[in-house]
């Protein structure tokens, strides 16, 4: 089965920005999506198609994809920021959803 | 606005079955895919399975494969997720979650349920 693999926690100061990676066996030929939770909340969708911002979400969050790696970066970041984010493919072959383990971002 | 209104929390005694509910509103309930995704505490995302509404057509994570079952009522706009021969370890929240289709291809989920706390123990 398809595995997706993020670093299990990065940390940043306030202002700076934060790069959340997520590795997968030919992972730039697929549309990624990024996901961010706070503690004792559903997900918010922050990034979808390895780019793209739904509405209401800031540009601070953008996102990029190519080889075997995607990458969400968060610019300036804020303490409001403090969440897990987890990214997320649909694999074709098997035609099954698959989830990263999730990275747990920590402002400093 | 789109909302997805989950039933309360469960407990359930290992062996047994539950079903959990996820009413849509702000939306055609037809023209998008629901997902059920599981979080047990302090874990990720799992993914469960999908069900189409239009059709009620479904498919499911390898690992529920006859465990699961996903069902809709179109008159209400509500699916149901019911799994069986819970574990102590399937503790968790089970969240529903809303998905389009381009070309075949899953899309991102671009609304979320609240969850639902399902707690096995016996």
């Known amino acids: 089965s398809y595995v997706l693999t993020q670093p299990p926690s990065v940390s940043v100061a306030p202002g700076k920005a934060a790069t959340i990676t997520c590795g997968g066996d030919n992972i730039g030929t697929q549309a990624v999506h990024w996901y961010q939770q706070k503690p004792g909340q559903a997900p918010v969708l922050v990034v979808y198609?390895?780019?793209d911002r739904p509405s209401g979400i800031p540009e601070r969050f953008s996102g990029s994809n190519s080889g075997t790696t995607a990458t969400l970066t968060i610019s300036r970041v804020e303490a409001g920021d403090e969440a897990d984010y987890y990214c997320q493919v649909w694999d074709e072959r098997s035609d099954q959803v698959v989830f990263g383990g999730g990275t747990e971002l920590t402002v400093l | 606005q789109v909302q997805l209104v989950q039933s309360g929390a469960e407990l359930r005694k290992p062996g047994a079955s539950v079903k959990v509910s996820c009413k849509a509103s702000?939306?055609?309930?037809?023209?998008?895919?629901i997902h059920w995704v599981r979080q047990a505490p302090g874990q990720g995302l799992e993914w469960m399975g999908w069900i189409n509404p239009k059709t009620g057509g479904t498919d499911y994570a390898q690992k529920f494969q006859g465990r699961v079952t996903m069902t809709r009522d179109t008159s209400i706009n509500t699916t149901y997720m019911d799994l069986g021969r819970l574990r102590s370890d399937e503790t968790a929240v089970y969240y529903c979650?809303?998905?389009?289709?381009?070309?075949?291809?899953?899309?991102?989920?671009?609304?979320w349920g609240h969850g639902t706390l399902v707690t096995v123990s016996s």
């Open positions: 702000g939306y055609t309930f037809t023209d998008y895919y």
């Open positions: 979650a809303r998905s389009g289709l381009r070309f075949g291809e899953l899309l991102q989920f671009d609304y």
């Open positions: 198609d390895d780019s």
